[in-house]
């Protein structure tokens, strides 16, 4: 258990440099990974399978928001974006799923 807290603390400490985007990419990206995993589960799915799932879903929101935006008149797709998404997504999986087995 101890190592899950470091992965959070490790996560809040380099978050907190970031701009307010970058902290509702990830944020927003966790609760789609949950949300995700929670029905997957729900609907009696493995958990690996469920794991997969909500992460490769919640990279496809992402990547897909992304996209729109860069479609908007000065938008660009953001890479740093699409990591703090990977960040929220795998904080999910490392912290959550993973403890709970």
């Given at each position: 258990?101890?190592?899950?807290?470091?992965?959070?603390?490790?996560?809040?400490?380099?978050?907190?440099g970031q701009?307010e985007?970058?902290?509702?990419?990830?944020?927003?990206c966790?609760?789609?990974s949950?949300?995700?995993?929670?029905?997957?589960?729900?609907?009696?799915?493995?958990?690996i399978?469920?794991?997969?799932?909500?992460f490769?879903?919640?990279?496809a929101?992402?990547t897909?928001?992304e996209?729109?935006?860069?479609?908007?008149?000065?938008?660009?797709?953001?890479?740093?974006?699409?990591?703090?998404n990977?960040?929220?997504?795998?904080?999910?999986?490392?912290?959550?799923?993973?403890?709970?087995?």
């Open positions: 258990m101890i190592k899950y807290s470091l992965i959070i603390l490790l996560g809040i400490h380099t978050m907190l701009s985007d970058k902290i509702m990419h990830t944020v927003t966790m609760g789609i949950t949300a995700t995993y929670t029905y997957l589960r729900f609907k009696k799915q493995t958990k399978k469920s794991r997969l799932i909500s490769a879903s919640t990279m929101i992402g897909l928001k996209v729109i935006d860069s479609r908007s008149v000065n938008n660009k797709f953001d890479w740093e974006d699409m990591g703090a990977a960040i929220g997504a795998l904080s999910f999986q490392l912290v959550i799923t993973i403890p709970l087995g």
